[in-house]
């Protein structure tokens, strides 16, 4: 779905200047070890990258992270 207000992407030290513009997002039923959680998520292509979730979503689900084996736990 096209945004009303699109906007530009900031680098991961709040740069504003990204060649990234967010023009469009849609609505995902995100499954994770049998949780469930329906949020919006903007598109942006990445060339090759599948997902990046938002630092406050991090923040609220407290991730447990085994880096070696790239998984994660809610």
């Given at each position: 779905m096209p945004l009303l207000k699109p906007f530009d992407t900031f680098s991961a030290d709040r740069i504003k200047g990204s060649k990234y513009k967010?023009?469009?997002f849609v609505l995902l039923k995100l499954?994770?070890?049998?949780y469930i959680e329906n949020i919006d998520v903007v598109i942006i292509d990445f060339n090759g990258i599948d997902m990046f979730l938002?630092?406050?979503w991090l923040v609220k689900h407290d991730l447990e992270v085994n880096?070696?084996?790239a998984q994660f736990s809610l």
């Open positions: 967010v023009t469009q499954k994770i070890n049998g938002e630092y406050n880096w070696k084996k």
